[in-house]
């Protein structure tokens, strides 16, 4: 049987190096320039750097080595492949903004430094993982930890986080750890933002025993397609019909005045969605002709 041989996508390549190039303006520009700390292997270079006197450029590839080839049991392939791109990309370009010298006037306001330094970590960190690449470094940590201890990604992230972010108390005070702290929040939704498009989309699930009458008037009211599901209540054993419906936050007010007439004792469940690739969504409904 033949290997499978490993391609790379020429946009996603582009994109990624765009991803590291907005995250490594951000990080020389508003983190070293301003001594805002940051957590995972980027907040370790910055001990180093503060502490050593070691380019975060040299640093960032040197810690990553490593950990390429303790990723290699826990990442695919080709996220594997992405991911030492981003890092040499992050790299070079850290290393480039230093000796470039760009300089942005925010009259040494420590809050704007934070909320910018937030903004472009998170635009460009969302950029690389929507192309399919990672940032590294604590990333493939956490994802060990989740294969060796069972300990959830997002925890294992927050643990390093929050260790890197208090050894960082070493190089600089409380006042910058709180401004820190805010670029964090920032980042985390700017991150998610940017990874999920943009848009807001909800699940609805409704347990309801008049689902072949809300099914079809939410599809004629609300415009949106309506899926149904075959459940088994637990207690009563019965066969229900369950609807599923993917809408935006303003049309899941619309849905529960429709059920609320229809039938108020429903069940309902309100779920947020990643993504979602389909009619209405990630590609426009042909209109419905009026005349």
């Given at each position: ?97 230093q ?12 809050l ?41 990604l997002?925890?294992?992230l927050?643990l ?79 066969d ?8 935006s ?5 619309e ?37």
């Amino acid at each position: 049987m033949k290997k499978r041989r490993l391609t790379f996508n020429p946009v996603n390549l582009l994109m990624i190096a765009l991803g590291t190039a907005i995250y490594s303006f951000g990080f020389v520009e508003f983190n070293m320039g301003n001594d805002l700390a940051e957590g995972g292997v980027s907040g370790i270079t910055l001990i180093a750097h503060a502490l050593l006197g070691i380019n975060p450029a040299y640093t960032q590839l040197l810690l990553n080595i490593p950990l390429f080839f303790l990723g290699y049991k826990y990442l695919g392939k080709s996220s594997l492949a992405y991911t030492i791109y981003a890092t040499f990309c992050m790299s070079f370009f850290i290393y480039l903004f230093q000796k470039l010298s760009i300089q942005i006037d925010i009259g040494g306001d420590f809050l704007i430094a934070a909320i910018l330094a937030g903004t472009f970590a998170g635009i460009g960190t969302g950029i690389i993982f929507r192309f399919g690449g990672t940032s590294g470094g604590s990333d493939i940590v956490a994802k060990v930890f989740e294969e060796k201890r069972g300990i959830q990604l997002g925890q294992a992230l927050l643990l390093i986080d929050v260790l890197v972010l208090l050894a960082s108390l070493s190089y600089i005070d409380i006042k910058h750890m709180m401004y820190t702290l805010i670029a964090s929040f920032v980042f985390s939704n700017v991150v998610d933002l940017v990874q999920s498009g943009g848009y807001t989309v909800r699940g609805m699930i409704i347990i309801t025993d008049k689902a072949t009458e809300a099914g079809p008037r939410i599809m004629e009211e609300i415009e949106r397609g309506a899926t149904y599901l075959n459940g088994e209540g637990v207690y009563s054993g019965l066969d229900k019909k369950i609807l599923y419906i993917v809408l935006s936050p303003q049309e899941i007010v619309e849905v529960k005045k429709i059920m609320a007439q229809i039938d108020p004792n429903a069940f309902i469940s309100i779920i947020n969605v990643h993504e979602v690739v389909g009619s209405g969504f990630s590609y426009e409904v042909k209109k419905k002709k009026i005349f």
